[in-house]
C-alpha cells in the first residue's frame, strides 16, 4: 500500500461528500490518501481492525470464509461507503475476508480517530448507522440471489454493483476472481460471460471485462440489483447507478 | 407482564435497574402469534420487538413469492433495527416463527430514547453487529449448502431458540425459509423421517434424534450458534 500525500479528493467518496462541510472539516484532518493494489487482502477473518477506508476509486469485496475455505462474496464496498462496521458497531473484528476487487485509492482513518469522532453523535454519527442499513440489505440480497438466481444473473448483478464503483467502464478482473467472489466454479463464470458477451453487454478479453451496453446489463440482471441500488438512493438521497440507471 | 428486576429479553436485561424501569412504562406486552407477519418490506415500522420467548425469522425476497430466511431472532435480540439505524421502513419480512411473547415500543420511544443516552444504543450496536454476522452467515450457506444440510441447520436453530424438540410448523413456511419449491421440501422432510430424525404429522414437527440432525446440518449451524452464545 503507497501512502499519498494529497487528500484533496477524499469528497470522491459519497459518504463523505454527504456531510455537512462543517462536519467534513472536522474529520479531515485525520483521512490519510492511500492507494490499493488489485487482490491485497486489507484484512483477513479474524484479524482486528486498524483502520477503517473510505474507498474513492476503489472497490473492496467481502468474502465470508467457510470452514472447508471456500469463499462467497457477500457484499462490495466502494466509492459509497465505509469499510470497517465492525469498528463503530462494537465488534472490532470481523468474519470476512476484505479483499482489493478493483484497484485504486482510498482514504483511511485509525481506529481511534473513527470512534471518537462516531462517539460526539450528529451527521457522521448518523450517516455511519445509515451506510449500515444499506450495507444490511446488500448481504440480505446477496443471499436471496445467491439461492434464487441464475449464474447469468448474479453475473450481471455483480458487473452493475461494481462498475457503479468505478470510474470507468473496463473492470480488470479474471474469471477466476470472480469465481471466487461469487462462489461459482470458474467454469461458470466463464460460460455466463460468454453469454453475456454474445448478447453485446460486455465485452470479454482477456483479464479485462468492458461494459458495452450498461443498460442491456441492468435488464439483464435479476431485480436485486435495484434492490440494493435503490437502499444506497434512501441513504444518499441520489442513485450512485452510472447514468443514473432506469 | 414479566419480572421487572429481570427481563426475559436478553439486550434488556444488560440494561442497569434503573434504566430499564424507566422504560417499563413505554413498553406493551404482546403475543406473537404463529406466522404472523410483524412487518413486510416497503412497510414502516411502527414498533420494534423485543422478544421474551418465541421466534422471529428474518427474510430477504425476491418479488412477492420469492423468498429466503437471513436471519432467526429470539429472546436475544430486537426486532426493528433499521429504525435504531435511522430509517423508517423495513426491507426484510419479519414473521412469528414460533409462538410466544414480546415487549413492544413505538418506533418514536425506541429513537427517544436512544438519543437520551447510549447505554441502549450500544448494547443495539452489539446485536446489530452479530445480526450482520448471521446474515452473512447465511448468504454464503445459500451459496454451498444444499437443502438438506440447510433444513437440518434450520432445525436444530429453531430447537434451540423455542428450547422445545417440537414445534409447529407448515410446509408453505419451509418453502419460504429455504427458498426452495415444495417439492425440494417435501423431499428433505421426508428423507429426514424416514431417518428417524424427525416425526412431522398436521403441521406438528418433532425432533427425534438430535445428534442424528447435527452430523446432517452444515457448518453453518455451529457458526450462528457460537455467534449467538457470545451475546
Not at chain 1, 487528500?7 to 462541510?21: R, T, V, Y
Not at chain 2, 420511544?109 to 450500544?122: G, H, Q, R, T, V
Not at chain 2, 438438506?148 to 428450547?163: E, I, N, P, V
Amino acid at each position: 500500500m503507497t501512502v499519498l500525500t494529497n487528500n484533496n479528493d477524499a469528497l470522491g467518496n459519497q459518504l463523505l461528500a454527504a456531510l455537512p462541510s462543517r462536519d467534513f472539516g472536522r474529520i479531515q484532518p485525520y483521512l490519510e490518501p492511500v492507494s490499493l493494489d488489485l487482490g491485497v487482502v486489507l484484512y483477513e477473518s479474524g484479524d482486528p481492525l486498524e483502520f477503517v477506508y473510505f474507498p474513492t476509486t476503489a472497490i473492496v469485496s467481502l468474502l465470508y470464509i467457510m470452514e472447508n475455505g471456500a469463499t462467497a462474496e457477500i457484499g462490495v464496498v466502494g466509492n459509497d461507503g465505509i469499510l470497517g462496521i465492525a469498528i463503530f458497531m462494537g465488534g472490532g473484528t470481523t468474519p470476512n475476508r476484505a479483499i482489493i476487487q478493483s484497484a485504486g485509492k482510498a482514504f483511511r482513518m485509525s481506529v481511534i480517530n473513527l470512534k471518537a469522532e462516531f462517539g460526539i453523535g450528529g451527521k457522521f454519527h448518523d450517516l455511519l448507522l445509515r451506510y449500515t442499513q444499506a450495507f444490511i440489505t446488500q448481504i440480505s440480497q446477496t443471499a436471496v440471489c445467491n439461492r434464487l438466481h441464475s449464474v447469468e444473473q448474479q453475473l450481471c448483478r455483480w458487473l452493475l454493483l461494481s462498475h457503479d464503483r468505478l470510474n470507468s467502464d473496463k473492470l480488470v478482473m479474471t474469471h477466476d476472481l470472480i469465481s471466487n467472489m461469487l462462489g461459482v466454479r470458474r467454469e461458470g463464470i466463464t460460460l455466463a460471460a460468454q453469454k453475456l458477451g454474445g448478447k453485446g453487454l460486455i465485452l470479454n478479453l482477456r483479464g479485462t471485462i468492458t461494459v458495452i451496453d450498461r443498460h442491456g446489463l441492468e435488464s439483464a440482471a435479476c431485480e436485486c440489483y435495484k434492490v440494493v441500488n435503490d437502499e444506497y438512493q434512501r441513504l444518499l438521497g441520489k442513485s450512485i447507478a452510472k447514468n443514473n440507471g432506469l | 407482564m414479566s419480572d421487572y428486576l429481570r427481563p426475559k429479553n436478553l439486550l434488556l436485561a444488560e440494561l442497569t435497574t434503573s434504566s430499564f424501569r424507566r422504560l417499563v412504562p413505554k413498553f406493551d406486552q404482546v403475543e406473537l402469534y404463529y406466522n404472523h407477519n410483524l412487518f413486510k418490506p416497503g412497510d414502516r415500522i411502527r414498533h420494534v420487538y423485543f422478544p421474551e420467548s418465541g421466534i422471529v425469522s428474518l427474510l430477504s425476497a425476491v418479488g412477492i413469492n420469492a423468498t429466503v430466511e437471513v436471519g432467526i431472532v429470539g429472546n436475544e435480540g430486537m426486532i426493528g433495527i433499521p429504525v435504531f439505524l435511522g430509517l423508517k421502513t423495513s426491507n426484510l419480512l419479519a414473521v412469528v416463527q414460533g409462538a410466544g411473547t414480546s415487549l413492544r415500543m413505538t418506533a418514536a420511544n425506541l429513537i427517544k430514547e436512544c438519543a437520551s443516552s447510549d447505554e441502549l444504543p450500544k448494547i443495539l450496536r452489539r446485536f446489530t453487529h452479530s445480526l450482520m454476522t448471521q446474515i452473512s452467515q447465511s448468504t454464503a450457506c445459500n451459496r454451498f449448502h444444499p437443502i438438506d444440510t440447510r433444513l437440518a441447520r434450520w432445525l436444530l436453530m429453531t430447537q434451540d431458540l423455542m428450547k422445545s424438540s417440537e414445534f409447529q410448523i407448515t410446509q408453505e413456511f419451509l418453502t419460504n425459509m429455504l427458498g426452495v419449491r415444495r417439492e425440494a421440501v417435501n423431499k428433505a422432510a421426508n428423507s429426514f423421517q424416514q431417518r428417524d430424525l424427525i416425526s412431522y404429522s398436521r403441521g406438528n414437527l418433532l425432533i427425534l434424534d438430535r445428534p442424528g440432525i447435527e452430523a446432517a446440518a452444515c457448518s453453518c449451524y455451529r457458526a450462528i450458534a457460537d455467534q449467538k452464545d457470545v451475546d
